[in-house]
């Protein structure tokens, strides 16, 4: 059996090729793996015949695998896959490069801003746990591991259970988690652990406080001659003075560490949340010398009067716990940015900016899921109750108090919406129209407008309007005018559907376009110009406010935060318009009639395709996983990077726009076998792709130099693409089943952007009958005359349709979302099964603040 002996380099479970052993742990042994389906190197950890044979050891070993398994985050541990060979199972995770924190300490303890910063790292990914209501319960050196790029990665969740506080706690975590069970590492051990009495995430910040006090000051908190002597030292005995190592601890952190560290639990910090703000703003500051007084949220003791005032007046000081200003080694301290909340109510922030006179903004939003409205804001006044100046979002505004709105907005994907360009005074009255089809738009200084709009299935950046200065098959978003007009700025995405991309600028005189990073963006969110002229700054999901030189290309860092930021605005004085957001999403699946259930992974999912008989489902990962789910049970297997396109008629492989520019398209097996990729022939980029029914063939939609979007169709087994469509036609992105069962016409979006029925052996397009000009196609039925439709107008109920093209006639068959309608719920994407039988959707809910933020010296 496998794990009565070592495995040695080449031995094989299932896809995974064994190279090197990495370590050896009470659990089992780690090794490092080739992925031969990937071509990645991965690590995999084996269950050892000791363990393997004891069911409560083993019940540990699959209960990390189901903790990690439904945590993705930056500072935890990302699980691949899970298997059994031979009966033992087996944990393929990351590879990481790098160290334990334990090997690190072994050098001495870290620097006081150095353990600050790793410390937030380890908060922020407890907290991600925390709010999927799992608890680590063994957080120690061991188990954070530092990568060479600075990463801090959690690792180890063998002893993680669900909170008892949790609403779906089983009987098996009940077991564990019952008054005399001791779990975890004495030393770390919270004093309720100590005990055996039952615990929650205050278990995890103890022991975070007792990680942070080894940093500090290079040996633990509690270590006594004897384990019994060290688990009465946690029961009794405060913990040692911070400044009793010799080295200078600043109060602020001291506090931090205390806080963390107290024996009841109530008189702890609360949150991993709290702590995560609590240390960056104490790295924000020099947090080797003597620092002003902190009160931390979650004095449990207090009246929460006095409280609320201590939490407001910690909340004003820290720059509301969201900002921390950064700035160079050696230098004196910074001051924080200060920032002032400008709303107070639950939903999505669209678009903001600066008045000209700069005493008051304007902003467009969804309350609690009312229409889309822009209302203006008194700075001196932020809670006054003023009216809506239009339903409609806010593009700009212009030096003369003028406002360009989008009027009739429709959200077309996940990103982007578009709608009649119109230009509005800030008093109010009736909107002038301008254009159609808009996505974005900004002012020049004297009046001329820039705007964003599609034309042949490419997307162009124009200024003044008519004069295409760029274009790109993907998309563009954030269009913004230097100051002396010479320059456009914007984010450009290579992929429909997918916000990485570079934030660039575009010469006017000569439309030369460049890069202002080195590097694609993970995620861009907003953009300004600096007021110098000289950099452009946005946002980022990496809880970033960063600025980037035009002409050289440097990078720095302006703010650092807990959430992400959407950068709106940046006034002549240098204020910011900021946001912040706590984006939840679901990824929903049931069978019309029956139950449904939460199929989330990674915190949401976006659904794309149900194989043949409805039972499994293939989705995206939010950090670009190609992955497939058993719907009956059991985590999902990852079986490439990319966006997923679809399942193959036989079930067998999947279609996946690999990641890179030029793009690809990938066949990735679901089983044994290699990825393959498609010869691109004379394509550039790649929008979506989707199998026709014989399975031997591919359909995308894609792009050669200098041409619009058109259809092609390919041989998965060689031969170059052949288009089949005049320009300006793209395949709707998230839409699996376009071909029709017969296999003679897809349907796609034409140059109008609107769906039509393309024949594969060319001809003119088809009118769809029966959509009207209220239903839009997601998939064809089992035959070749129904199709289903969803309505064209996204909100946080969407009904769906199935649509005789004979006829005409339409029947609706359910009606998918939220009921709640706070915090603006949104249904973005939406699956349903070819025999109707089975569906799946994403829905969204935000809740966006927008925020005036003073003294980030941007």
């Known amino acids: 059996m496998l ?40 690590a995999i950890k084996v269950l050892s015949a000791a363990v393997e044979q004891n069911p409560d050891r083993r019940a540990r070993f699959e209960r990390e695998a189901r903790a990690v398994a439904a945590l993705t985050h930056p ?6 896959d899970v298997g059994t060979h031979e009966g033992t199972p087996y944990l393929v995770t990351e590879l990481l490069e790098g160290e334990t924190l334990r090997q690190r300490l072994g050098e001495g303890a870290l620097p006081p801003r150095k353990a600050a910063e790793v410390g937030i790292q380890i908060a922020t990914g407890l907290a991600a746990a925390h709010e999927k209501g799992i608890v680590h319960r063994d957080l120690k050196p061991e188990n954070v591991f530092v990568t060479r790029e600075g990463r801090v990665k959690i690792l180890d969740f063998g002893l993680a259970a669900p909170s008892v506080a949790s609403a779906d706690v089983d009987s098996a975590t009940i077991a564990v988690t019952e008054p005399g069970v001791i779990l975890g590492t004495i030393g770390y051990m919270s004093p309720e652990q100590v005990r055996g009495a039952k615990v929650d995430q205050r278990t995890d910040i103890f022991a975070l406080g007792a990680v942070l006090f080894e940093m500090l000051t290079g040996r633990r908190a509690f270590s006594r001659d004897t384990p019994a002597e060290t688990m009465a030292a946690i029961l009794r005995e405060d913990v040692p003075e911070l400044s009793s190592s010799g080295r200078q601890i600043s109060p602020p952190l001291d506090r931090i560490v205390r806080r963390c560290l107290e024996k009841d639990p109530s008189e702890r910090m609360q949150a991993a949340r709290d702590v995560a703000i609590a240390l960056e703003a104490v790295s924000g500051s020099d947090s080797s010398g003597v620092g002003s007084p902190l009160e931390l949220p979650g004095t449990a003791r207090r009246p929460w009067r006095v409280l609320a005032l201590s939490a407001a007046l910690l909340l004003a000081g820290l720059a509301l716990g969201f900002l921390a ?56 006044r932020p809670r006054a109750d003023a009216a809506p100046i239009a339903d409609a979002d806010l593009l700009a505004v212009s030096r003369t108090g003028d406002l360009a709105i989008a009027t009739h907005p429709r959200r077309e994907s996940l990103f982007i919406e578009r709608g009649t360009l119109a230009r509005i005074s800030s008093s109010g009255g009736a909107p002038r129209e301008l254009l159609e089809d808009v996505a974005a738009a900004d002012f020049a200084v004297d009046g001329r407008i820039a705007v964003v709009r599609s034309d042949r299935g490419r997307t162009r950046l124009e200024f003044p309007i008519g004069t295409t200065l760029y274009e790109t098959s993907g998309w563009l978003s954030s269009p913004r005018i230097s100051p002396d007009g010479t320059r456009v700025a914007f984010h450009d995405h290579p992929l429909h559907d997918d916000d990485r991309g570079w934030p660039a600028v575009v010469e006017v005189a000569t439309r030369v376009k460049r890069n202002v990073t080195p590097q694609q963006q993970d ?37 650092r935060g807990t959430r992400p930021f959407v950068l709106f605005d940046i006034a002549d004085d240098g204020r910011m318009l900021a946001a912040t957001f706590d984006a939840t999403g679901a990824q929903v ?99 979506s792709a989707a199998w026709m029914p014989d399975g031997r063939d591919v359909v995308m939609a894609a792009t050669e130099p200098g041409h619009g979007s ?15 469509s005049g320009e300006g036609v793209r395949l709707m992105t998230f839409t699996p089943r376009v071909v029709s069962p017969d296999g003679r016409v897809v349907i796609a979006l034409g140059p109008d952007q609107e769906p039509a029925l393309y024949p594969v052996d060319g001809g003119p397009p088809r009118p769809i009958g029966g959509l009207g000009n209220d239903l839009v196609p997601i998939g064809w039925g089992e035959s070749s005359d129904i199709i289903y439709a969803r309505h064209r107008t996204l909100g946080r109920l969407v009904p769906l349709f199935t649509v005789d093209l004979t006829s005409g006639h339409r029947q609706q068959i359910g009606q998918l979302g939220l009921a709640d309608p706070k915090g603006a719920p949104l249904v973005l994407l939406t699956q349903v099964s070819r025999d109707g039988r089975h569906y799946a959707y994403y829905s969204s809910q935000a809740l966006w603040t927008l925020f005036l933020v003073e003294g980030a010296k941007p």
Not at 351 to 361: E, N
Not at 531 to 555: L, M, Y
Not at 710 to 724: T, V
């Open 3 to 42: 794990g009565l002996v070592t495995l040695v380099s080449g031995s094989r479970l299932g896809p995974y090729q064994i190279t090197r052993p990495i370590g050896a742990g009470g659990m089992g042994e780690v090794y490092c793996a080739r992925d031969t389906r990937l071509q990645r190197d991965v």
């Open 75 to 80: 500072n935890i541990v990302a699980i691949h």
């Open 589 to 687: 699946a049931g069978e019309f009639g029956g139950r449904e259930v939460d199929a989330s992974w990674q915190d949401a999912a976006f659904p794309i395709d149900f194989n043949a008989d409805g039972t499994q489902l293939l989705f995206e990962s939010l950090d670009y996983g190609v992955q497939l789910l058993r719907l009956g049970g059991g985590p999902p297997v990852r079986l490439a990077e990319g966006i997923p396109a679809g399942i193959s008629p036989d079930g067998r492989s999947v279609l996946a726009l690999a990641p890179g520019v030029p793009t690809t398209i990938a066949v990735v097996p679901t089983g044994p076998g290699a990825t393959r990729t498609l010869p691109r022939g004379p394509l550039d980029a790649h929008t």
């Open 325 to 380: 200003a950064t700035r160079a080694p050696g230098t004196a301290s910074a001051e924080l940015p200060r920032f002032t909340r400008l709303t107070f109510r639950r939903g999505e922030i669209r678009g903001a900016r600066f008045a000209p006179d700069g005493q008051s903004i304007f902003y467009s939003a969804v309350w609690d899921s009312q229409p889309l409205r822009v209302y203006p804001v008194p700075l001196e």
């Open 523 to 559: 995620s861009l969110l907003g953009l300004a110009w600096a007021q110098n002229g000289r950099e452009i700054c946005f946002g980022s999901t990496d809880n970033t406010i960063q600025c980037a030189g035009v002409e050289k290309p440097v990078v720095r860092v302006v703010a």
């Open 710 to 724: 058109r259809l092609y169709l390919q041989d998965i087994a060689g031969g170059e693409p052949r288009a089949f």
